[in-house]
């Protein structure tokens, strides 16, 4: 960060995004043009509603979870079908899958969930995502995948790898720690990145983008980080 001071005269929206997009999709396993980045996740969800909402619809929500994407919907004038989870705190898929309508636009899951920290397994996820992707985008949201320790645990990318109407977020603010500096991206197919970076409203500066592209080498850091996490879920 403090060498890319050298760099603050200039745009960062040309060769520096280009270079984090390209870190980004090798570590996905994904093309370049199947990532978007914004200010944080939170942009990616934001530029999601947009995109799929402004016109008015609705989404279905496992609830409690993150509700960003739901309350700028809501002010979009779209319908939040928000379904409580089980007694376990997991998702009700059943219900969910039923609540999904004609007038769907997406479900919204976070997994591992924010704020009651479930981790759902790839096989109970997969098939819902599976179920669901035809009927109208699957976003998820996996800004905390990085803590889950749950081997059964797996990100939905490779879903989006297939082409599906899948969508996953991730976020340089958790266990990278840079939670100030806003950096965040997302992956789907390119027809829908296609669509949403050009309601994204601004770009990440050259040194929230330097920051990234280090603390993705950094993998002892990231280990501390998840270390740390771990003892104090222990504490907990």
Do not use: W
Not at 214 to 226: G, K, V
């Amino acid at each position: 960060m403090t060498r890319a001071f050298e760099e603050s005269s200039l745009y960062a929206h040309f060769e520096a995004s280009l270079e984090l997009k390209e870190m980004l999709a090798k570590k996905e396993g994904v093309t370049p043009e199947q990532i978007v980045i914004g200010s944080g996740s939170r942009e990616i969800l934001n530029v999601t509603a947009l995109h799929y909402l402004r016109n008015a619809g609705e989404i279905v929500a496992s609830y409690p979870g993150y509700e960003t994407l739901n309350r700028y919907a809501e002010n979009l004038g779209a319908k939040v079908n928000r379904v409580r989870v089980k007694d376990d705190m997991s998702p009700d898929f059943s219900t969910l899958k039923k609540a999904a309508n004609k007038n769907t636009k997406l479900i919204n899951i976070c997994n591992p969930n924010n704020p009651t920290g479930v981790a759902v397994d790839a096989e109970t996820l997969e098939p819902f995502c599976r179920a669901m992707e035809s009927k109208c985008l699957v976003f998820v949201d996996e800004a905390y995948k990085e803590y889950v320790m749950d081997r059964r645990y797996r990100s939905m990318v490779d879903l989006v790898k297939e082409g599906l109407n899948v969508m996953v977020t991730r976020t340089f603010s958790k266990i990278h720690a840079l939670a100030g500096i806003r950096v965040g991206y997302g992956v789907a197919k390119p027809e829908i990145i296609s669509k949403l970076e050009p309601l994204i409203t601004g770009t990440v500066n050259i040194l929230g983008l330097r920051a990234a592209m280090a603390s993705l080498q950094d993998e002892a850091f990231q280990e501390m980080s998840r270390s740390k996490n771990l003892e104090a879920k222990e504490m907990v």
